[in-house]
């Protein structure tokens, strides 16, 4: 049997939160391995330090808050040169607020980001003028899409519908071998984690450290399931949520 | 907003039975836990986009603290 390694040199894919923490380590990869990576986030000069060379990155500057926009960016001729191998949802915010204070516009407002924004890239990507056959979907859950902490109705509920997102779409794609798989982290030193951190006492940051056996994770024990995800060494994987948390999620 | 309407519309969204005033002091408060600190911190960011952080949060003593952090400029 011939086994080619995660091999994703020449392949196209689009990586939403391309300009931090997770979303940014995966754009590193993938472009270190050859592929041709479209990047979305808001601020460009975050990304400044990504190698443009043979126009391997593009960077689109873009709020995903904004979903009726999202079409629009596929009519960018650079986007649509070239079908698309895989698709990386990777833009996500954190927000811890207690239940009394979650009203409505401030909910749907992370349910646009979190959830909706990917479903529309989704729908987008599924077409067949923008897709090829047998491409790769990775939404990002959490190990708070199964489980809960207090202040985070929010992001537990993005995050679980994630996981249904997932679980259907996989289904519906399946007819042109296009895989969706979520994968579920729990604590990653990012950007994302430093500001939850600097809310919270030394006293919980020690208790959110021990809650992970193998201690709190770095953006490279993530990466790596995510281009296994988009490679074809996983074409018989879908409609799966593969946690990657350090052993937090089995206590 | 007033700092009267600050303490008496805070004291409502943390849900404290007792009477609260400026000098009343969050250490003494029995709703004054994890949750009572979480409401606090929410509270202050959607009406002043102040956040506070756990530093700021171990610092406070009385409602009088709370608002010289906040700015008292931020009062009518
Ligand atoms: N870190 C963890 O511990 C952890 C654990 C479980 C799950 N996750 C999930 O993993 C994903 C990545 O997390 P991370 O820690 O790498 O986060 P991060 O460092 O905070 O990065 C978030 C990314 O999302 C983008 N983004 C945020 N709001 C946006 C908007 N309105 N429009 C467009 N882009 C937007 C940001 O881009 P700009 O700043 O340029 O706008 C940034 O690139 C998230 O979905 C998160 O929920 C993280």
Redesign the pocket.
Known sequence: MAMKKNDLKGKNILV??????????ICIALLSQGARVIG?????S?VSDLSFEDNKFLFL??????IDGIEGLFQNNSVAQEKLDGLV??????ETVPLSLYKGDKIKSLF???LF?GIELLRIFSKKKFSKDNSSVVF?????GELGQPGKVG?CAT?SAVLGVVNSASLELAKRKIRVNA???????????K??FSQLSDENVKQIEEMHPLG??Q?ED?VPTVLFLLSDDSKWITGQNIKI?GGYSIQ | MTKEEFIAELAEEMEIETTVTAETNFQELDEWDSMGMMVLIGFVSEKFEVSLNAEDIAKLTTFESLIDKIGVDKFS
Do not use: H, Q, W
């Open positions: 939403t939160g391309a300009t931090s923490g997770i979303g940014k380590g979305i986030g808001r601020d460009e975050k500057p873009y709020d995903l808050n904004n949802l990777c833009a996500g915010k954190e646009n980001l979190n924004s990002f859950s959490s190990v708070m992001y995050k994968v579920s982290p729990g604590v990653v030193a990012t950007p994302m984690t500001k939850l709190i994770g953006i993530v948390d």
